[in-house]
């Protein structure tokens, strides 16, 4: 049974950093992909990575956010620097069912975590 648990996250201001992780279990070397959601706005992709470790990155976060993983942990992160306001949200990470695919194909992720709230107020 696949099961994502996401940490880390916290409210800090704007400028500032926060770690995130994910903890994986049922499954290994699957594309693990960091999705966020703010209050009225659709869920969308922020960074991916795959088994071997190529990343992928929404603009809105290429150069301040890098996405990591931890294989023989079974654990992603995401570092997030240079925070923003609009980086507010409810932060998941998810992975697909099928392996082998484009971890940057964010409609292919179909098991999610709970989530971790991330705040950088304005």
């Known amino acids: 049974q696949v099961q994502l648990v996401e940490s880390g996250g916290g ?35 922020v960074a991916a990575i795959s088994p071997g470790g190529i990343t992928y990155y929404a603009n809105s976060v290429k150069g301040r956010f890098t996405v990591s993983r931890d294989n023989a942990k079974n654990t992603a992160y995401l570092q997030m620097n240079s925070l923003k306001p609009e980086d507010t949200g409810m932060y998941y990470c998810a992975t697909p ?18 989530g971790t709230q991330v705040t950088v107020p304005s």
Do not use: D, H, I
């Open 97 to 114: 069912q099928r392996t082998g695919g484009n971890c940057a194909a964010w409609a292919s992720y179909n098991y999610w975590g709970q």
């Open 11 to 45: 409210s800090v201001q704007a400028g500032g950093s926060l770690r995130l992780s994910c903890a994986a279990s049922g499954y290994t070397y699957r594309c693990m992909g960091w999705f966020r959601q703010a209050p009225g706005k659709e869920r969308e992709g």
